[in-house]
């Protein structure tokens, strides 16, 4: 690799909060509170910078529903010396209405920012994570404007909000969306969405009697079909109820609901699928038989809107396999050796998608998705950063 045997300088940081706000006009507000009730969106970063250390490239982290700030590989790359912008969208922390064009816009306003009032000449995305698919649609959506409503329906037109382009993109230890990855997980034993007691026990991963490591790949290619199954009912239902809504005529228009059982990936189970280091009967999460019926699960609230904004594979148009091939700019995609959260195929096809005549293609051995007591794979991450933002000119 090509940085791999220079040694990274320590700089104590700098946190800044930022503050972003822009008007916005909405038939109705998704997030409690003052954010987008009173016509303006509101929106809390935090630029974090090494002391004493000026720069005119920023590297703009954001996450649709996680806030970044205290995550390791930002943090750990300010103090190597690169300026972070950890961007919070409107939805931070909270996915339960989360609309991803309406994301795309926060990380919009969040660029012109870093631009024309921070001052920045160079601007480089990194899609870390959850936020490597939000990171390629903002970039096609900025160099090739399509977008006029979202899934539903609603008006949301990004052809008229000028996005700013990053000059680079960077894809991390990336899914290719989130609606991809929830119709990998989703849990196919349920039968009855309305009781998650109820399910098929030949399909339940964690069930006493029910299938064990090593899957045959028969098995494994019905439980494939039987999540997208159950991806499409839950679908349907939505659909129906929007629709039943809009029969109505009435102010009603929006209902929230649960989905039960979201964390049931082979994967995770059986080190066979999809082999890479990741530790077996494990996730990044934790206990993925904990994780599958816990709170903080995929998609477990939601409302109809949101699922098909970004859980529905049919809907959503974050998914960076299909993004990646309408951008220009540079491209890094780093795979981690051990991910416990992404299968090496996501990566592998977004790689394959792109269409730039600029892309390169990194694994990093060993490091897992969090870089969790693995210092020497953070900073070798880091340390492949900076070597290619150095090759094209974006770092100094």
């Known amino acids: 690799m090509a940085g791999s045997n220079t040694t990274l300088k320590s700089y104590d940081i700098v946190r800044v909060p930022v503050i972003v706000q822009f008007r916005e006009e909405a038939a109705f507000t998704e997030t409690y509170g003052f954010t987008g009730s009173q016509g ?38 300010a103090k190597a010396g690169f300026h972070v912008l950890s961007c919070a969208s409107r939805y931070a922390k909270n996915d339960t209405a989360l609309i991803m064009e309406k994301v795309c816009a926060d990380l ?31 970039q096609s959506q900025a160099e090739h404007p399509s977008i006029t409503q979202t899934p539903v329906g609603d008006v949301y037109d990004l ?39 109820i399910r098929d026990t030949a399909f339940d991963l964690y069930a006493e009697n ?38 109505g005529g009435g102010a009603e228009i929006e209902r929230p609901f649960i989905v039960h059982r979201t964390m049931a990936d082979p994967r995770f189970l059986d080190p066979t699928q999809e082999p890479n280091e990741r530790r077996p009967g494990w996730s990044y999460l934790g206990n993925p038989e904990t994780v599958n019926t816990g709170p903080v699960g995929l ?9 098909l904004s970004q859980w529905s594979p049919n809907h959503s148009r974050a998914d960076a396999e299909e993004c990646v091939g309408h951008i220009a700019c540079p491209l890094l995609l780093i795979e981690n050796g051990a991910d416990d959260a992404v299968p090496p195929s996501h990566p592998a096809c977004v ?12 694994r990093v051995d060993g490091a897992t998705h969090y870089y969790r007591e693995q210092p020497e794979k953070q900073a070798e991450v880091i340390r492949e950063i900076r070597a290619w933002l150095k090759e094209r000119l974006l770092l100094r």
């Open 40 to 77: 303006s969106v509101f929106l809390e970063g935090q630029r974090i910078i090494p002391q004493d250390l000026p720069s005119d490239t920023v590297l703009v982290f954001m996450h649709p529903a996680s806030t970044l700030h205290l995550m390791p590989l930002p943090v750990a790359l």
């Open 210 to 247: 029910g299938p064990k490591p090593p899957y045959d790949a028969d098995f494994v290619v019905e439980f494939r079909k039987r999540q997208l199954a159950r991806m499409r009912r839950i679908t349907d239902t939505v659909l129906e109820q929007l629709a039943h809504l809009k029969r």
């Open 299 to 307: 998609a477990r609230f939601s409302t109809l809107r949101a699922w």
């Open 159 to 197: 052809t008229r909000a000028k996005l700013p382009p990053a000059d680079a993109v960077m894809f991390i230890a990336a899914h290719t969306g989130r609606a991809r990855i929830l119709s990998e997980w989703i849990d196919p034993s349920v039968m009855d969405e309305s009781n998650p007691d």
């Open 108 to 138: 919009g306003a969040y660029i012109r920012y870093a631009r024309e009032e921070l001052g920045y000449r160079n601007v480089v995305l990194c899609g870390w994570s959850g936020g490597g698919s939000l990171a390629v649609f903002y």
């Open 351 to 362: 790689f394959e998608a792109g269409k730039m005549a600029d892309k390169t293609y990194l």
